[in-house]
């Protein structure tokens, strides 16, 4: 096993302020190991796992490695997840696609900065139960539905999936178990997020599903700066961060990084510091960080409050996806962990063959009768 130095970014947050933050979401963990949203809130699986990286990230790692033990202890005997998890019991039964996809990004993740092959192992076949229940979602034009209840697919869910399929496969090398199936969803569900992003439910009021096809890594290069350009003057406020919904002036930090991550990944270093800045407006004394910020456009109808934090809390994924883009930033100037590319993706298994053979479309055609396209 390997240890690291902390991450840390020049003129933004030191590595002392960071492993701050690291102890604010360790104040916020439940005895159990589970990481909810903030005290006294449920927690999900995305979130806790991303919580479980940032503390790994942050030196925590007897805290991160207890929320990893947490996990397989919530998964049914389906390879699912419930929704929401209150006190160790289910309060939303529904399973979420994304939810339990992500698992395998947070044990790809342990075994880039701790290299602990026993411990991959041993949760290896969480991960594969968990996918092979995600695999089975897939509709077929290559979208992957919300719930096995809900005939829709969300376009943010489905593009962190892409990234969760990635490490799945990447795993599967490790413990020499391929997972074929896993590849041939991912080559479909690619091509999905590149050509057919109106077929997913519409959500574009939501900043998520426009950076997401980015951050997930479907979409890159060119083809990635332009889908930001967009609408980058619909979300992004100069000065504070970027918007969570395009409806409100209303910024939130874990979103803001999240971008910041996306062009990163971009190779576009200087919005992705300049955010990172931003959203320091967000963090409290003790390394903690608020959700958000309501400020003052100008529209605001009398007696609605105005440049005030919102919600009136300080939640674990917003203090993790600091940590998380933090790390990733800090790689330019080597200040950084081994598990920075994360979402950069650069560690993880190659893009997948894409597959578009039964979705009907022009570039469908075009590939009938071969194998794919590669990536």
Known sequence: MTAHRLPYVEGILTAAQVAETAA???????????????????????????????????????????????????????GSFPMKIVGGEPEDERGDVNMTAYVAVGLWHHWLVRRDIAFVQHYWPTVRAALDWVVAQQVVWGGINYTPTEDYCLLTGSSSIYQSLRAGVALADLVDDPQPEWELTGGRLGHALREHRDLFADKSTYSMDWYYPVLGGAVRGEAGLALLETRWDDFVVPGLGIHCVDTNPWVTGAETCELAMALDALGDHRRALTLLADMQHLRESDGSYWTGWVYDDGRAPDG????????????????????????????????????????????????FTELALECGCPSADSLAGVAGRPL
């Open 24 to 78: 604010s979401i360790v104040r916020m963990q439940e005895p159990s190991g589970a990481i909810p949203w903030t005290v006294g809130e449920h927690a999900d699986i995305w979130n806790h796992v991303e919580g479980a990286m940032a503390l790994l990230v942050g030196g925590e790692v007897e805290a991160a490695e207890k929320a990893l033990l947490w996990v397989p202890t919530m998964q049914r005997a389906d």
């Open 304 to 351: 609605e409050p105005r440049d005030v934090f919102w919600p009136v809390e300080h939640t674990t994924y917003t203090a993790a996806a600091v940590i998380l883009a933090v790390d990733a930033l800090g790689e330019v100037a080597g200040h950084s962990t081994a598990g920075s590319g994360i979402m950069r993706g650069t560690s993880l298994a190659p893009h």
